[in-house]
């Protein structure tokens, strides 16, 4: 069975601050997929990222990075430079084949303040 | 990217009726579709497994007799809530996927009364 844990329910920061949420997965499947989604107040769910299982590489994307380490199976996501408009839910999933459905980490409410 | 439309995004019914949610996958074919529900400040947990075709797949403790799904096409697939009751209230979601991603339509916001 897959498993992910976000650890951290609720973060608060300050605008201009960075934060890092966590992500650590479980998972026996060698090839597996990781991913990040962002839900606003709104509802929907905004796709972030998805990284394979072999691909370490930390990614940037803006003022988005990436740590995927699979020796601590984390996939951590930091905001750099932390706006208003970032304050929303995020989301980390785990799916360990194409096609097949995502396990959802219980999510962190992000606020950040002005 | 790939676009999944679902409707309504907000829905108020009486109990006792019903009401059917679609998803639709707007530019790409999908075998398979997901509908998930969640709950305030929550997870989404994954309800059922929609097959083009076949008989959808629930998961442990949904009752597929009060959410009825159909999937006729590789395009469309539908969430029944049938006799809604006030504890059906929640937000429920759909995915689609392609080969690589997968993609959620915007959500629908289900108020029984």
């Known amino acids: 069975a897959q498993k992910v844990t976000q650890a951290q329910t609720e973060i608060s920061v300050v605008e201009k601050e960075d934060v890092t949420l966590d992500c650590v997965y479980e998972t026996r499947d060698t090839t597996y997929y990781l991913f990040w989604y962002k839900q606003p107040p709104s509802g929907e769910l905004v796709f972030l990222i998805r990284?394979?299982?072999?691909?370490?590489q930390n990614e940037i994307s803006g003022r988005y990075s990436w740590n995927f380490q699979k020796s601590t199976s984390s996939f951590n996501f930091t905001i750099t430079a932390s706006q208003v408009v970032d304050s929303a839910v995020y989301f980390c999933?785990?799916?360990?084949?194409?096609?097949?459905?995502?396990?959802f980490g219980e999510g962190t409410q992000l606020t950040v303040n002005p | 990217g790939a676009v999944v439309s679902q409707h309504p995004s907000r829905v108020i019914c009486k109990s006792g009726t019903s009401v059917k949610i679609e998803c639709r996958s707007l530019?790409?074919?999908?075998?398979?579709m997901f509908w998930y529900r969640q709950f305030p400040k929550k997870s989404l947990m994954l309800m059922a497994t929609s097959n083009e075709g076949s008989k959808a797949t629930y998961e442990q403790g949904v009752e597929k007799d009060k959410f009825l799904i159909n999937h006729a096409s590789l395009t469309l697939s539908t969430l029944t809530v049938t006799s809604a009751h006030p504890e059906d209230s929640s937000f429920y979601i759909c995915?689609?996927?392609?080969?690589?991603?997968?993609?959620f339509g915007q959500g629908t916001r289900l108020t029984v009364v």
């Open positions: 990284r394979n299982s072999f691909d370490e």
């Open positions: 995915s689609a996927r392609d080969i690589t991603e997968a993609f």
């Open positions: 999933a785990l799916n360990v084949a194409s096609g097949s459905r995502l396990t």
């Open positions: 530019d790409f074919q999908a075998t398979t």
